[in-house]
């Protein structure tokens, strides 16, 4: 079992940046994959990147490659999505998510434990 809190949220103006940061609860923290997905209003929630156990791979959605960057601290239980040239399209609520099988980091349905999101408004 995997408990997952994210923080960092906010209103931002477009060119800004912000880090998101997901505190994960339990041993195995280590052994899953984590990703961070968004949803916007009337959206499906959609894949923004993801980070394999080790930290050793990442992955990105075109959409905010070379923007985005994922990164994580095995020793402190913690993932992170620093978020920069941000996008009036950017805008949504970012969930952290972990995945144990490690098939499909790019698909909402592969991740096992979500977290309760925490927006980010990007102003025009």
């Known amino acids: 079992q995997v408990q997952l809190v994210e923080s960092g949220g906010g209103l931002v103006q477009a060119g800004g940046s912000l880090r998101l940061s997901c505190a994960a609860s339990g041993r195995t923290f280590s052994s899953y994959h984590m990703g961070w997905l968004r949803q916007a209003p009337g959206k499906a929630r959609e894949f923004v990147a993801a980070?394999?156990?080790?930290?050793?791979?990442?992955y990105y959605a075109d959409s905010v490659k070379g923007r985005f960057t994922i990164s994580r601290d095995n020793a402190k239980n913690t993932v992170y999505l620093q978020m920069s040239s941000l996008k009036p399209e950017d805008t949504a609520v970012y969930y952290c998510a972990a995945q144990n099988s490690g098939n499909y980091v790019y698909s909402a349905r592969e991740y096992d434990y979500w977290g309760q999101g925490t927006q980010v408004t990007v102003s025009s």
């Open positions: 980070i394999s156990w080790s930290g050793g791979n990442t």
